[in-house]
């Protein structure tokens, strides 16, 4: 573990948005919002943050981003893929966002080898730290997201008068090969486990069971579709809560084109399952016509569908859905913890023998 | 005091290789009409000799400036380099699609997803079922069995429209029927008024109890409207059919086609990548299938 001066650390930070070719952007604070965005000047930075509106994602999976452009010549099309890269160095992710990165990294580069999203990754320096402030919202201790040893290049935590800085690649060991650093003493070491402990204690909100035990839960309560009904009631589909999700990663592709047709371009688009026409088909049919069955699908899909594929959670607790849902309607724990609640009184609850996944059908439209 | 090398500075980058999303070009080299919304269009490709496709497998059709639309493959391998595609007009894409005449280009990607299986199904009896625009998936898979005839068992096709302007594939109807290895029967919904039709009237239901099959060595293959599986699989529990002897062939929204969009997302399957064709017990466990 390396310690910084303070100085030196805002030294070192000026200096990348002065010197770096990359794009320099962090957590800052404008009109009364935390958010990533490009940074000025050191005095940007606002490690003091809970939670960004937006997730780092929109660095490796941008809102819009252009696949392929094309231009008539003749009668034929000429179309040629282009990706838009901007190398980046990005300061102060919290480790529940570190773990979704690593999910989406697992998803998109290990089983997709989805070169848009691969090329960003891997011309992109992510300087983690460990939070100062928690959001009432934020549950990754019940997540066991609150402290992350990987998926950093530099961690950053803030002791009383200095930095502490752990390496976690061999980009973040280049990134501050020339800066001025001291090894950490041992009452520094423990000061940082400290703050660690203290993140989790603080991102702890209380599930009401073993997070290992989530996809056994969720597969359990498929078939509750009137509990799913029921909380989806208030629900206005604008899909804040797929927006605002650091693992949310559906999209739509669609054709640009420009005024006379004679050229144009292919965009990937973020967008959400919670949208009434996002498992539509052409001739009317829909999959997911009812709210209930689409936010029952999203909880499935965190907690129980990426499960079964890839092993990991997708749900990272950081809060961001119920912070953002207009209603109040999308926090995950709060679901978690009702459905659990809604089987035990049921008597059916993991463990008494019910697990089924045969679907009854919500009969409501909308 | 820090230095970075190697980085090529901001902005667009051109590829070097084609990218999974880029559509390859191809041309339009026939086109037949069926009905007023519905024709096939024959296609090929500038860049390669053939698709290499299976049956029951799909491409993403691609038209500058409108879009993309999945359509599944209606030709077997065996039939050529070029490959057949039955669009129905229902979109944007379709619509300009069907606007299109001989040599026009369109974009292709793919093949993409898991079809019938041919190999899996040597040696056994197959019996199809198709409604509407379900019968284009399944020719492929038909036409494979018709071209290496040997690997299979008896053939049945089961075969139903709305009306008798609804009919695809007339000129293969017309040749299914005149074979003696296979067994064809097709049967319309409704017979409009002024409308010739001496065939069977009924919803495709109708014409499966009096097929004759052996439970133990048949295949039912089923490709058509939502509405229509559920009471089909109904008639061939009727008959006795294992649930493992049935395959269904699944519509969805697909849109990337390479399993991560997530429009075409069934519980935890992707349709586009794990289908469209999935063994029916596959498909029964997931609540969003049927």
């Known amino acids: 573990m390396k310690?910084?001066?303070?100085?030196?650390?805002?030294?070192?930070?000026?200096?990348?948005?002065?010197?770096?070719?990359?794009?320099?952007?962090?957590a800052t604070q404008e009109g009364g919002q935390y958010l990533f965005d490009e940074l000025d000047d050191s005095s940007d930075l606002a490690l003091e943050y809970d939670l960004t509106t937006l997730p780092p994602k929109k660095y490796f999976l941008?809102?819009?981003?252009?696949?392929?452009?094309?231009?008539?010549?003749?009668?034929?099309?000429?179309?040629?893929?282009?990706?838009?890269?901007?190398?980046?160095?990005?300061?102060?992710?919290?480790?529940?966002?570190?773990?979704?990165?690593?999910?989406?990294?697992?998803?998109?580069?290990?089983?997709?080898?989805?070169?848009y999203y691969e090329r960003r990754r891997e011309e992109c320096v992510i300087i983690g730290s460990t939070p100062q402030n928690v959001a009432d919202e934020t549950f990754a201790g019940d997540m066991n997201t609150a402290t992350k040893d990987t998926g950093y290049d530099l961690l950053l935590t803030e002791l009383d008068d200095v930095i502490a800085v752990e390496v976690g690649s061999r980009k973040g060991s280049e990134l501050i090969e020339n800066v001025p650093t001291r090894n950490a003493t041992f009452e520094e070491v423990e000061a940082v486990e400290a703050e660690k402990d203290a993140v989790v204690e603080d991102a702890t909100r209380g599930l009401d069971l073993p997070t290992e035990a989530l996809p056994t839960l969720l597969s359990a309560g498929y078939d509750e579709i009137e509990f799913w009904a029921d909380h989806a009631e208030q629900c206005t589909s604008c899909c804040s809560c797929n927006v605002v999700c650091p693992t949310c990663y559906c999209f739509d592709i669609e054709d640009v084109n420009e005024v006379g047709a004679e050229s144009?371009?292919?965009?990937?688009?973020?967008?959400?399952?919670?949208?009434?026409?996002?498992?539509?088909?052409?001739?009317?049919?829909?999959?997911?016509?009812?709210?209930?069955?689409?936010?029952?699908h999203r909880f499935h899909r965190k907690g129980d569908y990426v499960y079964e594929r890839f092993g990991d959670?997708?749900?990272?607790?950081?809060?961001?859905?119920?912070?953002?849902?207009?209603?109040?309607?999308?926090d995950p724990l709060a679901v978690y913890n009702d459905l659990k609640e809604h089987l035990e009184e049921k008597g059916e609850l993991p463990g008494s023998d019910a697990s089924a996944t045969v679907s009854t059908e919500v009969t409501s439209d909308d | 005091m820090t230095e970075m090398g190697g980085y090529?500075?901001?902005?667009?980058?051109?590829?070097?290789?084609?990218?999974?999303?880029?559509?390859?070009?191809?041309?339009?080299?026939?086109?037949?009409?069926?009905?007023?919304?519905?024709?096939?269009?024959?296609?090929?490709?500038?860049?390669?000799?053939?698709?290499?496709?299976?049956?029951?497998?799909?491409?993403?059709?691609?038209?500058?400036?409108?879009?993309?639309?999945?359509?599944?493959?209606?030709?077997?391998?065996?039939?050529?380099?070029?490959?057949?595609?039955?669009?129905?007009e229902v979109g944007n894409v379709t619509g300009a699609i069907h606007d299109m005449e001989p040599g026009d280009k369109l974009g292709i990607r793919g093949p993409y997803g898991k079809g019938w299986g041919p190999e899996r199904l040597k040696g056994q009896d197959l019996l199809f079922v198709a409604g509407g625009i379900g019968l284009p998936p399944t020719r492929s898979m038909i036409e494979?069995?018709?071209?290496?005839?040997?690997?299979?068992?008896?053939?049945?096709i089961l075969y139903g429209t709305t009306s008798p302007n609804d009919i695809l594939h007339d000129e293969d109807i017309q040749r299914w029927r005149d074979r003696d290895d296979v067994e064809f029967r097709m049967t319309v919904d409704e017979v409009p008024e002024g409308t010739e039709w001496d065939g069977n009237v009924g919803v495709i239901t109708t014409i499966i109890p009096p097929v004759d099959i052996d439970p133990e060595t048949t295949t039912a293959m089923i490709c058509g409207?939502?509405?229509?599986?559920q009471f089909v699989l109904e008639e061939l529990d009727e008959k006795g059919l294992p649930e493992e002897n049935i395959l269904v062939s699944l519509e969805r929204r697909m849109r990337c086609a390479v399993g991560l969009c997530g429009h075409c997302q069934m519980n935890d399957l992707y349709v586009c990548k794990d289908g469209p064709v999935f063994?029916?017990?596959v498909v029964k466990k997931r609540g969003e299938a049927l």
């Open chain 2, 279 to 281: 063994e029916y017990p």
């Open chain 2, 144 to 156: 494979k069995a018709l071209a290496n005839r040997e690997d299979y068992g008896d053939i049945t």
């Open chain 1, 3 to 26: 310690i910084i001066e303070r100085s030196t650390f805002r030294n070192f930070v000026d200096d990348l948005i002065s010197n770096d070719e990359r794009d320099v952007v962090g």
């Open chain 2, 225 to 229: 409207p939502p509405v229509m599986y």
């Open chain 1, 264 to 296: 144009g371009k292919r965009e990937r688009r973020w967008d959400g399952c919670n949208l009434k026409d996002f498992a539509a088909v052409a001739q009317g049919e829909n999959f997911r016509r009812e709210r209930g069955k689409r936010y029952r």
């Open chain 2, 8 to 88: 090529g500075g901001s902005g667009q980058v051109p590829m070097q290789q084609r990218l999974a999303m880029e559509p390859e070009p191809a041309t339009i080299t026939d086109i037949r009409r069926y009905t007023e919304k519905d024709a096939l269009f024959e296609i090929d490709l500038e860049e390669r000799d053939e698709l290499g496709h299976g049956p029951g497998e799909f491409v993403q059709v691609f038209v500058p400036g409108i879009g993309e639309a999945p359509i599944s493959i209606a030709s077997a391998p065996e039939e050529g380099d070029t490959f057949d595609l039955v669009i129905r």
């Open chain 1, 313 to 330: 959670i997708a749900c990272v607790g950081c809060g961001r859905c119920g912070k953002h849902c207009l209603p109040g309607i999308a």
């Open chain 1, 62 to 115: 941008p809102p819009r981003e252009t696949l392929l452009e094309y231009e008539r010549s003749g009668e034929e099309y000429d179309i040629d893929s282009v990706l838009e890269i901007e190398p980046r160095i990005v300061i102060g992710v919290h480790p529940w966002d570190l773990e979704a990165i690593e999910q989406m990294d697992k998803i998109f580069i290990e089983e997709h080898d989805d070169e």
